[in-house]
């Protein structure tokens, strides 16, 4: 090869790579958001009836949100991806929106018409956010299954993310489920017992509700 088209030839794969690699320098970031966003679904409809499942473990290992027609079985995804690293917990708003507890300190809203996801509290007096319920007023209940060792129930304002300690410690042995009673009393269920706790302050008054260890869900 002539010497000087040899020259030319490398000067030119050069300056190639380096404007490879100065584009990979300003798209790497864009394409890591790109990754870690939401996988939106869309115009998904929850009617009534539907069955809404959250599994920590599917679609790659980071969790989903499934709709079940209870008719006919057909699942479709909801929303997936995004924040999603371990969600366990599951309510519906008034509103229509889906609300998750994710174990790793999150709780992130769902948009169910296009999957999109918004952190709606994470951090705070999250340890291992498991059970989600709601209250009558639609502050949001979350029964963390670590805080302080042995576990907490925590409300969060649905506007602002706000957290408020209820209870801890106590009879609280790990909680994993939480429900709200008509009356507004909350009842949570750990690995030894279930307790209701006092809605308004909680950790000195408690009282023991039943001994049904590990219940089995459907």
């Known amino acids: 090869m002539n010497t000087h088209i040899g020259t030319s030839l490398s000067r030119i794969l050069g300056n ?8 990979w320098s300003v798209l790497a970031p864009v394409l890591l958001i ?5 996988s939106p679904v869309s115009a998904v409809t929850i009617n009534p009836g539907d069955i809404l499942v959250v599994d ?13 027609d209870p008719a ?17 917990g599951i309510v519906i708003e008034a509103s229509g929106n889906i609300v998750v507890t994710d174990r790793t300190g999150f709780v992130i809203r769902v948009d169910p018409a296009t999957g999109i996801q918004n952190v709606l509290s994470a951090g705070g007096y999250f340890a ?9 007023g639609g502050n949001l209940l979350v029964v963390d299954a670590a805080y ?23 009879f609280l042995d790990n909680p994993y489920g939480i429900a709200v009673e008509a009356n507004g009393n909350i009842v949570v269920a750990d690995n030894s017992t279930a307790v209701r706790p006092s809605p ?13 260890p590990r219940p089995r869900f459907l």
Request: charged residues 10%; glycine residues 16%.
């Open 16 to 23: 190639a790579t380096r404007a490879a690699a100065a584009v």
């Open 34 to 38: 790109l990754l870690f966003a939401s």
């Open 56 to 68: 920590p473990n599917a679609l790659g290992g980071n969790g989903g949100i499934f709709k079940i």
């Open 72 to 88: 006919t079985g057909a699942q479709t995804i909801v929303s997936s991806g995004g924040f999603f690293q371990e969600p366990v």
């Open 128 to 136: 291992d956010p498991f059970g989600l319920a709601l209250e009558a």
């Open 148 to 170: 302080g060792g042995s576990g907490a129930v925590i409300r969060v304002n649905p506007t602002t993310g706000q957290q408020t300690l209820l209870t801890s410690g106590g």
């Open 200 to 212: 308004v302050r909680a950790a000195s008054s408690v009282s023991i509700r039943c001994l049904e």
